[in-house]
């Protein structure tokens, strides 16, 4: 996606006309887009889409407690997301709405429908909540076939609660093969690996944020590798 493209879909609506224009008439300084008010507002475009990934993670988890979803919690999810800005078309929301809106065309759910949407919902959320604490979602679009790992020279980056140790056991690992761990996803990154457990990182952000980063760079044509832990331990033997 173009930068113009990407500031377009990112700003209000209201706005797109006004920069369409001065951009066509070569005008751009007419509304400035390295102004603070911008950078500010992709901000705040980034945090309402945060929000609504935890929201609606938390929400598949609390319908999931019954192992059931009936017409009623089917129609709050999806006036939920039709009415959260961004929610349709953000992750996992992009998943889960279609899905919805098909199963409640008719305005109820019959027994393959409440199935399906049980499987849907349970790939979002990491199944329902356990003591142990949330997992990791299964909505997460993991590389498929998980691709050989070449570790010398390549940047990693970890996310989630990781059973093989802390992540300075991890980091020491991949540096002793020659590679190198970053903070946050980016265009430079290789590999996302996903511990196997979640954490709170999952429930506030930061977790949450980093799959979608990898997501939005992979779209985009950045061949960043989206790992599962068990994948990246079978690849160090």
């Known amino acids: 996606m173009s930068v113009f493209k990407r500031l377009l879909s990112a700003l209000p609506a209201e706005h797109h006309v006004e920069l369409t224009t001065a951009l066509s008439r070569g005008r751009a300084n007419s509304y400035d887009t390295s102004a603070p008010n911008v950078p500010r507002r992709l901000a705040s475009e980034r945090r309402v889409a945060t929000r609504n990934m935890d929201e609606l993670i938390g929400m598949c988890r609390m319908v999931l407690a019954d192992s059931a979803v009936d017409d009623h919690e089917a129609r709050f999810l999806l006036d939920w997301i039709e009415k959260n800005y961004l929610a349709a078309s953000e992750w996992p929301g992009n998943i889960l709405y279609p899905r919805l809106a098909a199963a409640m065309a008719d305005g109820h759910l019959d027994p393959e429908e409440e ?10 959320a990491g199944g329902p909540p356990a003591a142990a604490g949330p997992a990791v979602s ?7 076939p998980p691709p050989t790992i070449a570790f010398p020279s390549n940047c990693f980056v970890l996310t989630g609660q990781f059973v093989y140790g802390p992540r300075t056991k991890i980091t020491a690992v991949i540096e002793s093969r020659g590679g190198h761990v970053a903070s946050a996803v980016s265009k430079k990154c290789n590999y996302l690996v996903v511990g196997t457990f ?3 990182e999952w429930l506030h952000s930061t977790h949450g944020t980093k799959i979608i980063k990898a997501i939005e760079l992979k779209q985009d044509g950045t061949p960043i590798r989206i790992l599962t832990e068990r994948h990246w331990t079978d690849q160090l033997a």
Do not use: F, I, R, W
């Open 115 to 124: 199935a399906e949407l049980l499987q849907v919902l349970a790939k979002v």
């Open 138 to 144: 299964g909505a997460v679009p993991y590389d498929d």
């Open 198 to 200: 979640g954490s709170d």
